[in-house]
């Protein structure tokens, strides 16, 4: 547990570090846990090298263009993220290990996309800090709690109780940072995205479950893989970017 908290420190502060700083800072270390996650995601998908790497430079593509200095985060990346999961599946015939392009781009430009808006800073932090506080939530109250499992073919330690106290929580945080500028609508949508972190670690875990691994990798002392962590944050971002951007293209 110290460890694990400790680690979880570090993450954290370097989370914020690159949040406030922003720009290619922020692209810049994006893209590195990016990379690392498709290896890891290559893994889970039963590849190893060469492919490994076919599959992180596919996706360094589109991650590239994602670079304040270049593109950045726009339709032109969207569709290289696409075009780079069509290129892995049809050179390699496997489905998920395309499917992790998706997995891992789309998170980033989303991420991306919220960090370069009038209001980049609020709304990147709140996307990403109310998958934190979900999962704060969840671990303190199913401790405290347990109760009936939620998925326990899937996930043997998450009960319905922990979902609630997630959900519960991050709603409170959702709250919190309309104070700081966050629009309303956001901050009422809060509690789904939370519960959607839920479903993206369970998916994961899934994932790990027919792979036959406990973690993704070890990279990260006491917390596993970079996936492990993010896990939540997958599905959570690309949603948190459509809820903010749908209404902009619409006007």
Request: proline share 6%.
């Amino acid at each position: 547990m110290a460890t694990r908290a400790v680690v979880g420190g570090v993450l954290i502060a370097l989370a914020a570090a690159i949040l406030w700083l922003g720009g290619f800072a922020f692209w810049a270390v994006t893209v590195i846990v990016a990379v690392l996650m498709m290896g890891e995601w290559a893994v889970l998908s039963g590849e190893r090298m060469p492919r490994k790497r076919l599959a992180q430079y596919a996706l360094s593509v589109p991650l590239a263009i994602m670079c304040p200095l270049a593109a950045g985060p726009g339709f032109l990346a969207l569709g290289l993220v696409f075009g780079a999961a069509i290129f892995l599946i049809a050179l390699t015939r496997n489905v998920q290990l395309g499917g992790g392009a998706l997995y891992v781009g789309l998170p980033v430009l989303a991420l991306l996309s919220l960090r370069s808006q009038d209001q980049g800073l609020i709304l990147a932090v709140w996307a990403m800090a109310l998958v934190w506080a979900c999962d704060i939530g969840a671990y303190f109250t199913g401790r405290t709690f347990g109760g009936p499992l939620l998925a326990p073919s899937i996930s043997p330690a998450k009960t319905w109780s922990g979902l609630a106290g997630g959900i519960v929580l991050a709603g409170l945080f959702g709250a919190l940072m309309t104070r700081f500028g966050l629009p309303v609508r956001l901050a009422a949508a809060t509690p789904l995205l939370a519960a959607l972190s839920q479903l993206g670690d369970l998916f994961e875990s899934h994932v790990k479950r027919v792979a036959g691994v406990k973690d993704s990798d070890n990279i990260l002392p006491g917390h596993g893989g970079l996936m492990d962590r993010l896990d939540g944050l997958v599905p959570v971002a690309p949603v948190a970017a459509l809820l903010v951007l749908v209404p902009q293209w619409l006007m």
